[in-house]
């Protein structure tokens, strides 16, 4: 009677499962989507950081050890994958700040992000940014 019993639940639910094969598939493609982030634009300049105590233009007090960054023009919150070409390592900040203010650079890291793609004393290196989705 046990078996029996187990027997028909299966074949009852190996119908539904047949039957949401296709929405599971479908749904299955946008899932690795929203784990692994969109790039919704990228591009390269120059990007230099930043570690003095301020307050910044999103309201947040400032922390240089904070993977955080400032853009011109970015929205507050957006998620930014940083990639210096050279070593092939990248950090991901959070746009919290406005700047840089400086010909041929677009974002200002915080002290922390910059040191995890390049040597502080560099000072400021080429880099391409990824904006995430």
């Not at 003095?52 to 999103?58: D, K």
């Not at 991901?92 to 915080?110: A, E, K, M, Q």
């Amino acid at each position: 009677a046990p078996t029996s019993t187990s027997a028909a639940p299966t074949s009852t639910s190996a119908a539904p499962t047949s039957t949401s094969a296709a929405p599971t598939s479908t749904s299955a493609a946008p899932t690795p989507t929203s784990t692994a982030p969109t790039v919704v634009e990228a591009g390269s300049c120059g990007a230099s950081y930043y570690s003095e105590g301020q307050l910044t233009a999103s309201g947040e007090v400032f922390d240089p050890s904070a993977m955080t960054a400032a853009h011109k023009t970015l929205p507050f919150d957006t998620m930014v994958r940083v990639t210096n070409p050279v070593t092939s390592t990248s950090v991901t900040v959070r746009i919290n700040d406005r700047g840089p203010f400086i010909t041929g650079r677009c974002i200002d890291l915080s002290q922390a992000a910059f040191a995890v793609i390049a040597p502080l004393s560099a000072g400021h290196v080429e880099v391409r940014y990824e904006v995430l989705g």
